[in-house]
């Protein structure tokens, strides 16, 4: 007789092949290729920065947006630039 | 020679004499640092992001200027926003502009490019609340499309006035 051997795989392992799994293409940063998307990093251009927030106005972190390190770095700066200019928020309004 | 730029935000009721006495001090400073000015735009008026010294608005200017390497233009820029200016200016920042960068931005749309008074109508249907569009009195203001919908109607009951007659006619002809 054979006996049956579980594995025990912990539930955060279990997790992260799953995510592994179920991401179909790799994120690609959207300012290493193109220069003209470069030049739109910038304090002033608060409409664009607006995209890179959350609902509560905090930064996006590169792995949703999958931006690369150094524009990731470039892009908080203008933000945080931005923010202190009143042109973004710091966060939303409290009830 | 290094390219600067400074934000300013001054507060909502500016009048356009003060505005004049910003870009005067600020092209006065910079001239008297030898430094040659670029541009002073005014961006207009501007909802802010949270309340600056208890302001919903404010006016944004955005200035450009140039100077030498090592002058201290860009800290007196920050004096001169920050004491002479108190009464008007709101906050400042003063920042470097790379070498090979162009002089064209963009900018947030403010206020007063985009219309503030908005038709009841096109607010309802814009949020898909359509059903309340009987509600709001049918004046003449309102868009083409509720007009449309007015001929429609009107058309179609000329048809069947038409139509009622020329079936007795044909009646009559049997």
Known sequence: MTKKIKLKISARLSKKRFRKQSQSSKKHCRFCSSPEMRQKIDYKNAAFLKGFLTERGKILPSRISGNSCLYQRRLAKEIKKARSMALLPYTTQHF | ?174
């Open chain 2, 1 to 174: 020679m290094v390219r600067y730029e400074t934000l300013v935000l001054t507060v909502p009721e500016i009048t356009g004499d003060e505005t004049k006495q910003v870009e005067k001090e600020l092209t006065q400073l910079v001239e008297k640092n030898k430094g040659s000015f670029i541009s002073f735009d005014r961006w207009g008026k501007y909802r802010l992001a949270y309340p600056v010294k208890k302001n919903e608005y404010g006016v944004y200017f955005l200035a450009r200027f140039e100077t030498a390497t090592s002058s201290d233009l860009p800290k007196e820029v920050a004096n001169l926003c920050k004491v002479k200016l108190n009464n008007i200016v709101m906050r400042d920042m003063t920042s470097r502009l790379a070498d090979d960068a162009s002089l064209a931005y963009q900018r947030p749309p403010s206020l007063e490019d985009t219309p503030t008074t908005r038709d009841v109508r096109t607010f309802l249907r814009e949020n898909k609340m359509e059903g309340l569009l009987s509600t709001v009195d049918g004046n003449k203001k309102a868009d083409a499309k509720p007009a449309e919908k007015a001929v429609e109607v009107t058309e179609e009951v000329e048809v069947a006035e038409a139509a009622a007659p020329v079936e007795t006619d044909t009646a009559d002809k049997e």
